[in-house]
């Protein structure tokens, strides 16, 4: 079956400073990865995703990627952390058999102090 | 993308009482799907909703529970039947885009049931 950890519960950071949120994932078959963002009261928002092609990949408000096959992770990156990315974020694969089923990671709050 | 309406965005109803909740897409779209959120979990996801033919449920998930109309290509309705606490959760339907493999949400419905 597939499925993604997520194995932090939350991440604090300081504006201005570089940002991970980890990810790694079990699937069977080529590894199809999201992230989305949630922001309190909103619905998800999609960030980026990897089907295939370039190991990084590089998605809406700065935000990137790394898919590394050999750790089977996807982490999410920003070179620089505003506070306006605190939210919650989540890492999802594609459910067998169809791109638009998603299996979810747990989620991890992103918390930028000022 | 897409603009995927949710109505309602927040209800609090009654125990043993039903709730609806409609999705609106601006585009047709194939597949229509609706996640549940429970309170600081991830998102599971409860069935596939296609025009012209019955829900698909995933495990855990029965029909005369979460009944899911799919009268057209743009709308779909999920209901929350015989209400209890437990049911008190964020709901969200999302769609696919066709060829783009991402899915796009509405921004959920926060059912609180007391």
């Known amino acids: 079956a597939q499925s993604v950890a997520q194995p932090e519960d939350q991440v604090n950071v300081a504006e201005g400073n570089p940002l991970t949120v980890k990810c790694t994932y079990s699937v069977s078959g080529n590894p199809y990865l999201f992230w989305y963002v949630q922001y309190p009261n909103r619905g998800l928002q999609f960030l980026l995703k990897?089907?295939?092609?370039?190991?990084l990949v590089k998605g809406s408000y700065g935000f990137e990627a790394e898919f590394n096959k050999s750790q089977t992770s996807f982490h999410l990156k920003k070179p620089s952390a505003l506070v306006s990315d605190s939210a919650l974020y989540f890492c999802a694969v594609i459910h067998q058999g169809s791109f638009q089923k998603l299996v979810f990671g747990t989620g991890t709050r992103l918390l930028v102090s000022p | 993308s897409a603009v995927i309406s949710q109505k309602p965005s927040r209800d609090i109803c009654q125990r043993g009482t039903s709730l609806t909740i409609q999705c609106q897409v601006d585009?047709?779209?194939?597949?229509m799907f609706w996640y549940r959120q429970q309170p600081g979990q991830s998102l599971t996801l409860i069935a596939t909703?296609?025009?012209?033919?019955?829900?698909?449920?995933e495990s855990g998930f029965v029909i005369d529970k979460f009944p899911i109309s799919r009268p057209n290509l743009t709308f779909s309705t999920l209901t929350v039947s015989n209400l209890s606490p437990e049911d008190s959760s964020i709901y969200l339907c999302?769609?696919?885009?066709?060829?783009?493999?991402?899915?796009?949400f509405g921004q959920g419905t926060r059912l609180t049931v007391v």
């Open positions: 999302s769609a696919d885009q066709g060829p783009a493999p991402e899915a796009f």
């Open positions: 909703a296609n025009q012209g033919s019955e829900a698909t449920y």
């Open positions: 990897y089907i295939t092609g370039d190991n």
């Open positions: 585009s047709q779209v194939t597949m």
